[in-house]
């Protein structure tokens, strides 16, 4: 059974830092592109890191480059999101997503989300 639980949100006060947790089970966790995605109330989805099988990171917007950093750990399946200084535009449920593409499908696994408030 595949599964991608979030953990470590909660309130953070601006400028502070947090780091998020993504464990996954019941796939190869190395041969996914891993990604995070966050939700903001009355928003739609919104892309905010991504990191390849190989550790290549790339965030999303230039509004977010220099406070947000993903890692993944491979031997503990986990996938990581560290955030400095952040802002309280932050605020949203933070996502962790698994993709694959192989003999012409696309495997596509989705966490259940946490939530992070930024507020002081």
């Known amino acids: 059974q595949v599964q991608l639980v979030e953990s470590g949100g909660g309130s953070v006060q601006p400028g502070g830092s947090l780091r998020l947790s993504c464990a996954a089970s019941?796939?190869?966790?190395?041969?996914?592109?891993m990604s995070w995605y966050r939700q903001a109330p009355g928003r739609e989805r919104e892309w905010v890191a991504t990191?390849?099988?190989?550790?290549?990171?790339?965030i999303a917007a230039d509004s977010m480059k220099g406070r947000f950093t993903t890692s993944r750990d491979n031997a503990k399946n986990t996938l990581y999101l560290q955030t400095n200084s952040p802002k309280p535009e932050d605020t949203a449920v933070y996502y962790c997503?698994?993709?694959?593409?192989?003999?012409?499908?696309?495997?596509?696994?989705w966490g259940q989300g946490t939530q992070v408030t930024v507020s002081s």
């Open positions: 997503n698994a993709r694959r593409s192989a003999g012409g499908l696309i495997y596509d696994y």
């Open positions: 990191i390849t099988t190989t550790g290549l990171v790339t």
């Open positions: 019941g796939f190869t966790f190395s041969s996914y592109v």
